[in-house]
T-cell receptor, first 115, second 113 residues
Framework: DVKVTQSSRYLVKRTGEKVFLECVQD?????MFWYRQDPGLGLRLIYF???????EKGDIPEGYSVSREKKERFSLILESASTNQTSMYLC??????????????FGDGTRLSIL | DQQVKQNSPSLSVQEGRISILNCDYT??????FLWYKKYPAEGPTFLIS?????DKNEDGRFTVFLNKSAKHLSLHIVPSQPGDSAVYFC????????????FGAGTILRVKS
């Protein structure tokens, strides 16, 4: 079974802090993703990575950056946290292949509150 | 501009009956569609997918129907069980091997016993 592990379930940070969210997958997947989930908006893609050190912007990259130094780990960085970044953050991974047959597998999420 | 819309925020169904969850999309370039289920405090889990070249895909109690001319898909759950109570997300993407998914806002399904 695919295991996507997010380092924290809950996190509380202050405005202006630099925040790191970590994600690790154990299935040697090439592709990794970061989403945020907000009520009424569903899941929105922030960034994804298709290989080590490679990244692409998703639909809402502003205020975020990412790092992928190793294949199994994908980090989301909030450079200077703001209250509008309070949200549920979800990490996912998938193996390269037809998207319908090789779906994304999600972690359990990190509930981030910015005070 | 929401490319994928789930217009029903919630749905309540009696155990044993059919649940029908609906999803509309605006981008005719979408090549595949997926449904995910999400329980509270857990990440979404993949349920079923359908390619744009098909109009139906079945997996056990779950069937997805695609109507390309109407840009509409639906997920049927028969028979519905209390354990099916969850949030259901519809998602769509372009390109057979594409990575970018666009998600709908989700529909909360409650199955009453």
């Amino acid at each position: 079974d695919v295991k996507v592990t997010q380092s924290s379930r809950y996190l509380v940070k202050r405005t202006g802090e630099k925040v790191f969210l970590e994600c690790v997958q154990d299935m040697d997947h090439e592709n990794m993703f970061w989403y945020r989930q907000d009520p009424g908006l569903g899941l929105r893609l922030i960034y994804f990575s298709y290989d080590v050190k490679m990244k692409e912007k998703g639909d809402i990259p502003e205020g975020y950056s990412v790092s992928r130094e190793k294949k199994e780990r994908f980090s989301l960085i909030l450079e200077s946290a703001s209250t509008n970044q309070t949200s549920m953050y979800l990490c996912a991974s998938r193996i390269t292949g037809p998207a319908g047959n090789q779906p994304q597998h999600f972690g359990d999420g990190t509930r981030l509150s910015i005070l | 501009d929401q490319q994928v819309k789930q217009n029903s925020p919630s749905l309540s169904v009696q155990e044993g009956r059919i649940s029908i969850l609906n999803c509309d999309y605006t981008n005719s370039m979408f090549d595949y569609f997926l449904w995910y289920k999400k329980y509270p405090a857990e990440g979404p889990t993949f349920l079923i997918s359908i390619s744009s070249i098909k109009d139906k895909n079945e997996d056990g109690r779950f069937t997805v129907f695609l109507n390309k001319s109407a840009k509409h898909l639906s997920l049927h759950i028969v028979p519905s069980q209390p354990g099916d109570s969850a949030v259901y997300f519809c998602a769509a993407g372009e390109g057979k091997y594409g990575n970018k998914l666009v998600f709908g806002a989700g529909t909360i399904l409650r199955v009453k016993s």
